[in-house]
């Protein structure tokens, strides 16, 4: 009985930050992200600016969270439900791609919005380091880790690859305006993305190898 109301309260709480995010989103795409206040954002979404600052510390966080929300729990989930036969590092690096790739159609003018404004590319990467708490503890669960580090600082190590390739894919080439649109350095997003989590398989293969929960030789 007593997990009903806090499940409710939760899912509150979901429903007011998504109609924050979509709210800011939407303001943004309509006059740009400059002509937006965070009063703006408050009104649309039905609550008070004092209830605003409650989940989200400024207007860019706000609009880039309504593309990478739910991204950081995505991934670790990917990572957690892959086989144990499957090697980790593959499950970090598939689980990386799929879900820092692929927007989805809703979200493909927000991400050139993202990637044409200084202050909310600036977001973007912030945003990175969110993942690092709950890939730590699907990576933790996968090792069945005996200590408290080894975990922690693999995911610490993946979000700070991705945050060295997204800076990469987002900043504009040489003679070439912020204001262009989309601007990638060379190659792909993907490609970007694996290069820049390629260094860390030795380490991951290393803390695998090390697990009780290793299956064996593959």
Do not use: C
């Not at 939760?10 to 924050?20: C, D, F």
């Not at 991934?75 to 439900?81: E, G, M, Y």
């Amino acid at each position: 009985m007593t997990t009903r109301p806090a499940g409710l309260r939760e899912r509150k709480k979901q429903a007011t930050r998504e109609a924050l995010r979509e709210a800011a989103l939407r303001l943004a795409l309509e006059h740009g992200p400059d002509n937006v206040r965070v009063e703006d954002i408050a009104e649309a979404a039905g609550v008070s600016p004092r209830t605003y600052n409650n989940y989200f510390s400024s207007r860019e966080q706000a609009i880039v969270g309504a593309v990478t929300a739910e991204r950081e729990a995505r991934v670790a989930a990917a990572v957690a439900a892959r086989p144990l036969d499957v090697r980790l590092a593959d499950a970090v690096i598939e689980a990386v791609l799929k879900h820092y790739t692929d927007p989805g159609e809703h979200h493909r003018d927000a991400l050139l919005l993202i990637t044409t404004h200084p202050a909310l590319r600036d977001a973007f990467l912030v945003a990175t380091s969110a993942v690092s708490e709950p890939l730590a503890a699907a990576i933790a669960d996968r090792l069945d880790a005996p200590d408290e580090l080894t975990a922690p600082v693999l995911a610490t190590a993946v979000a700070a690859a991705i945050r060295v390739a997204l800076e990469h894919w987002l900043q504009p080439p040489t003679g070439v305006p912020a204001t262009a649109g989309f601007v990638v350095v060379s190659g792909s997003l993907p490609d970007l993305l694996r290069a820049a989590l390629t260094p860390l398989v030795p380490a991951l293969d290393a803390a695998e190898q090390g697990s009780p929960r290793q299956p064996g030789p593959r």
